[in-house]
């Protein structure tokens, strides 16, 4: 009898011990979804074989995802985000590529932690990321969403020799015309907006208490610090009157659906950069590896491909 009541007393203990981790669990996903959905991405990386590292330089260290074998494919990732946003497509691409995925800097684990975020910062981070012993060497196609897209274009511009070709997603160097959309959204109206703008329509939008942590987050994150750099340095970084002379291969993948930076705004790049080809992806909003994976990796597999060196 007693071994038995011991028994059903470990049983119910365990059963509680369960019960708390998954009410913790809810707990956590509920106060800070955006957390855990970083945590949950960034495991992911770790699971299909990524290792995360950090690089030391002069603005702090900078963490880096590295994994797969082949020539050096980099993949920079938006604003107010990390590296797990290429943890759907990142697997495949390591097959027939090496990768490096930078948190750029001021995102993610990257330094620096606080301050405004000027994007001289963030291209000094790539730099000594890619000055390192082992990616110095290598000449690297060069990938990026959003702000990554202008980091990249930033990047090759001044480092022809360093960069085979470049892929941008959704954004560039162009200035855009001001819209209605903010992406440090103060109420639940404005967030829903800025979700309606980078999402396809067939795309579910979140909940409430993922917009309210979106609230939250965005005025305190990444994306607030960029903006305290102010519009002159915006400005700086403008590449509006040098595309024509830019001297990399480069394609552009778009989103149709995209509000944020639209298709016109693409097409802009295309007529200033000399040979530049635009992919538009159906049904695909601001960032295709998160929305539509299997179509943004169709179109890699594609266009990468094809030497257009």
Known sequence: ?????????????????????????????????????VWLRRRELRRSGFVKSQVPTSIGPQTVWQGGQGRGLVLLHGAGVEAGTWYKVAPALSHQYRLLMPDLAGHGESHPAAGALSLSTLVAGLEEVLDTAEWKPQEIILVGNSLGAWITLLYANKHPARVKRVVLISGGPVKKLPGDVTLTPKTREEARRAFDAVLDPSTRRPPGFVLDDVIRRSNNGPIARLNAAGEEDIAKHLLDGELSRFPCPVDLLWGESDRLVPLDYARELQ????????????????????????????????ILAEDRG
């Open 1 to 37: 009898m007693r071994v038995s009541h011991a028994v059903t007393m470990a049983a119910y203990l365990t059963i509680a011990t369960v019960l708390a981790c998954l009410l913790g669990a809810a707990i956590a996903v509920f106060r800070h979804p955006l957390a855990v959905t």
């Open 271 to 302: 007529h200033k950069l000399p040979g530049a080809r635009l992919t538009v992806l159906e049904k695909c909003g601001h960032a295709p590896q998160l929305e539509r994976p299997q179509t943004l990796l169709d179109a890699f597999t594609r």
